[in-house]
């Protein structure tokens, strides 16, 4: 199983910029794809970014040339630059990972996960 645990959100003025963190632990053989996506109140979830394990990244269009998502696989982290926030990226960002897990039979087995989510709130 993996956990995901987020930090890093708050309260930013519009320009202002946030990282978040996302640490992934528990018992997997890997990880593979992370990311971020985020739901405003009465909206979908949606894509913000995701990052390959070997480095290959996909933003949303809303999210290009503002926010860089990074990782790093020795600490199975992945991070989230934000920078020229918007009120309109105020939401909350839910951290997402593929894990790899062996069950008992033996057969590595690819999971999706989430994180608990964190808020950012970006006020004009």
């Known amino acids: 199983q993996v956990q995901l645990v987020e930090s890093g959100g708050g309260l930013v003025q519009a320009g202002g910029s946030l990282r978040l963190s996302c640490a992934a632990s528990?018992?997997?053989?890997?990880?593979?794809?992370m990311g971020w996506f985020r739901q405003a109140p009465g909206k979908q979830r949606e894509l913000v970014a995701l990052?390959?394990?070997?480095?290959?990244?996909n933003y949303a269009d809303s999210t290009k040339g503002r926010f860089t998502i990074s990782r790093d696989n020795a600490k199975n982290t992945v991070y989230l630059q934000m920078n020229s926030l918007k009120p309109e990226d105020t939401a909350t960002y839910y951290c997402?990972?593929?894990?790899?897990?062996?069950?008992?039979?033996?057969?590595?087995?690819?999971?999706?996960?989430w994180g608990q989510g964190t808020q950012v709130t970006v006020s004009s």
């Open positions: 997402n990972a593929v894990g790899t897990v062996v069950g008992g039979s033996g057969v590595p087995l690819d999971y999706n996960y």
């Open positions: 528990g018992s997997f053989s890997s990880i593979g794809r």
């Open positions: 990052i390959t394990s070997g480095g290959v990244t």
